[in-house]
């Protein structure tokens, strides 16, 4: 009978052409594509260039072929056409085990095959009953997605991905893709190598692909051939870059598959910071909503490094901005430590220096081993210091109380800022200064004032936020005053502060 309708069939020539591209279920394959989407059998992988020596022509990248066949699995829905008998024909919804339900073969695996290997499998099982059986399978509906991300992406994890464009007989379905996979992922982290990110792909049920995607080419390029179609049970890995490069950092933030450019990310920062301590640090104008002479990279509205220094009120006048650290922690546990030089970011522009930061960095600000003062001066200028520092100046001045000077003043510029001093009455050899340290503990120490040597650590020194100084009475003065109050070393210097600035 198979024999006779085959002969019919050959004679009409719509059904001869479906009946001849059927006849590949039993030499090779017995599958026919109509009803399901048409993917090519590869698709080209670039991988890094190898070093040539001169003067050779330029060569395309080697291609790596990455397996793009569909493999069937629990939630497809399929349709077994048998011909020629066509009460053996059916829609079949592929169930999680992966066997489907035939008549007269009964149960029959399909799962990790792909159409045509089913086809030629139930071919082979049908031979037992029917001569020459001519099979095809087509996929009508494709089950959802299911990877896992893993690595330096913002929420590693397993996701369910849909599909787009048409659904069912419509070919005109389309798979996600690698970056559609880490923009559901919430985008890489900025301590990823997204030259180096890894695809795992069974291509059977007991083999499997590793892949390496070069995501830098598309930044670079444009070229989407490295966005890889996803098939269901692929596994995503972003690995940690080894080393970081600052230019390049600002390139993966501007991204589409990199993490939200508006989230904003809690950093540390400690050091030499008015305010040093933990802030969420959010994209916007700089704080006091003005754009900033570094280079004009605090008002660029990126989360820096040099908004959340002026989140923290500010460098001091000790910190060196030149070999500032930032410490970032990893997916796989380790840590980044990168190197900042903002000195170089005020001189030249250089906005790379001015690093983005991301959700759990550490800013330490190291202290200066030797203060410049015109460097001092110029950086009192700039967006990282704050605009003014709040100084104490009390004792035998015409105007003692709270006064606000600019970052990096010295005693000199603060005396002059409260009137000078009282001449008939201040001691003018020396003054006390009286200084609140970050860790709690109160100094004071005796400066012997000679202005004529201009700025200097011993004679006229660099005033820090917070800093009390004290002019005493000279010795006529003290001579016709009665003295009230004799003031104890610690608790007496921890009044000042209360009564100048409201601490404690």
Avoid at 86 to 98: C, I, K, M
Avoid at 316 to 345: C, H, Y
Avoid at 455 to 476: A, K
Wanted: no cysteine.
């Amino acid at each position: 009978m198979l024999n006779t309708g085959l002969f019919k069939s050959f004679t009409q020539p719509v059904v001869g052409v479906a009946l001849l591209t059927a006849f590949n279920a039993v030499v090779p394959s017995a599958s026919l594509a109509q009803g399901q989407p048409v993917f090519p059998s590869t698709q080209p992988v670039f991988t890094n260039t190898q070093n040539f020596p001169e003067n050779t022509p330029p060569i395309s990248p080697a291609i790596q072929a990455v397996d793009t066949n569909y493999l069937l699995g629990g939630g497809d829905l399929i349709r077994v056409n048998v011909f020629e008998v066509p009460e053996y024909t059916g829609e079949y919804q592929v169930p999680p085990g992966g066997a489907i339900n035939l008549p007269l073969i009964g149960s029959v695996p399909v799962l990790g095959l792909t159409t045509e290997q089913a086809a030629d499998e139930i071919a082979r099982r049908y031979a037992r009953f029917l001569k020459r059986p001519l099979i095809s399978v087509n996929l009508l509906s494709p089950r959802p997605i299911n990877v896992l991300v893993a690595g330096e992406v913002t929420r590693p994890g397993a996701y369910t991905l849909s599909l787009s464009g048409g659904a069912g007989n419509n070919p005109g379905v389309q798979y996600p893709t690698v970056l559609a996979a880490l923009t559901t992922a919430q985008g890489v982290t900025l301590a990823a190598d997204v030259s180096q990110v890894k695809l795992k792909r069974k291509t059977g049920r007991s083999s499997e692909q590793i892949v390496t995607v070069n995501l830098k080419d598309i930044i670079q390029t444009g070229n989407t051939a490295q966005d890889i179609t996803l098939r269901d049970g692929d596994t995503i890995i972003v690995p940690t870059a080894t080393t970081f490069n600052i230019a390049e950092a600002r390139n993966l933030f501007a991204a589409n598959f990199a993490a939200s450019q508006t989230t904003p990310r809690t950093v540390a920062i400690i050091g030499e910071v008015n305010r040093p301590g933990s802030y969420l640090v959010s994209p916007g104008t700089t704080p006091g909503g003005t754009e900033g002479a570094a280079g004009g990279a605090a008002g660029s509205g990126l989360p820096t490094i040099s908004r959340a220094i002026q989140l923290a009120g500010g460098i001091t006048s000790q910190a060196d901005v030149r070999n500032l650290k930032l410490r970032r922690p990893t997916r796989s546990g380790t840590e980044q430590t990168v190197d900042i030089n903002l000195w170089q970011l005020l001189q030249s522009g250089d906005v790379n220096q001015d690093i983005i930061v991301q959700d759990g960095d550490t800013i330490v600000v190291p202290t200066a081993t030797e203060i410049n003062p015109a460097e001092a001066t110029q950086l009192a200028s700039t967006t990282l210091s704050p605009t003014t520092i709040q100084v104490g100046v009390v004792g035998e001045v015409k105007n003692p109380g709270r006064i606000e000077v600019r970052p990096n003043s010295s005693l000199n510029q603060a005396l002059l800022a409260a009137g000078g001093f009282n001449d008939s009455r201040a001691r003018k050899a020396s003054v006390e200064l009286i200084r609140l340290n970050p860790n709690g503990s109160v100094t004071k120490r005796e400066v012997k004032v000679d202005f004529s040597q201009g700025i200097n650590e011993q004679t006229n020194p660099i005033l820090r936020n917070n800093d009390v100084v004290v002019i005493n009475r000279s010795g006529l003065a003290r001579t016709g005053d009665t003295i009230g109050t004799v003031i104890n070393p610690l608790g007496g210097l921890l009044g000042v502060f209360r009564a100048l600035f409201g601490l404690f």
